[in-house]
């Protein structure tokens, strides 16, 4: 990542922390500052709009439910690519925020080789070597920055399909058509994964903080960086006041 790039993220970082706040209580931890959820909540709007209004245009049976959303057919043509513009702009401001703690690491790819433990949760806490974002994580970042290349690309050989050889535009919508899909499915368990499948962690984007229980049991060695202190002694002492006090009912 570019110097300039990473100074333009530390300045944003600063003016969002001025205009609003975010208040952490006592067994609480920050977890996304003030710029990171406001970039969150725009890529997510603008990613719903940019595919609601795209599947209203792709089949003629949503067309008929989808399109008087945006004001008739013709407007949710007009909208769309829009819609995919404001995403990609928001995306890659969302990149530069996150790029340092998405770096994949050896211990992603351990997380990947568990994958299946990691679903049916078979561990209470997560390994100790789990930082700020996990392997699954960190691909669906990966994914999304991926198949929002394409998308761009492909976006606009076909918003300025006169100019471009039919070939390549009728490629260009099995591509779009492609990366929409691999994204609507991240989507999908993303969201299982921030909110039922993870309670706590919804929260964190809401008013950027989570209790401290929650970083030691998902995210162990973030706990340990931001708090000086041992993830597995923390959830010992959890299991050992849990004991007691379902002796003393
Ligand atoms: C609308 C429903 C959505 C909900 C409820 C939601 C919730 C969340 C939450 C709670 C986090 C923080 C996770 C953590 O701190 O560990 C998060 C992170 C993230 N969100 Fe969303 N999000 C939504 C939509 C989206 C969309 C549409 C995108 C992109 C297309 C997106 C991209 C990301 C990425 C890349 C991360 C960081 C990696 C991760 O946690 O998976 N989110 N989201």
Known sequence: M?????????RARGEFARIGKT???????LRHP???RFLHWSVAISFILALISGFAIYSPWLFHFLTPVFGGGPRTRALHPWFGVVFEVFFLFQFINWF???????????FVRRLKEYAT?????EPEDTDFFNG???LYFWSIAVSGLFFLLTGLLMWFDNTIPRWVVVISYVLHDVAALVMLGGFIIHV??????????FRSMINGTVTEKWAWTHHPAWYRRVTG????????REKRRQTERERSV
């Open 192 to 201: 299982y994964e921030g909110t039922a499948q993870q309670p706590g962690t």
């Open 136 to 138: 699954g994580q960190k």
């Open 34 to 36: 003030v710029y990171t």
């Open 229 to 236: 202190r041992d993830p597995r002694e923390a959830y010992e």
């Open 121 to 125: 949760n078979q561990y209470p806490v």
């Open 2 to 10: 570019s110097s300039s790039a990473e100074e333009f993220d530390r």
């Open 100 to 110: 340092a703690p998405m770096a994949w690491t050896s211990v992603d790819s351990k």
């Open 23 to 29: 208040r952490v209580h006592r067994g609480e931890l």
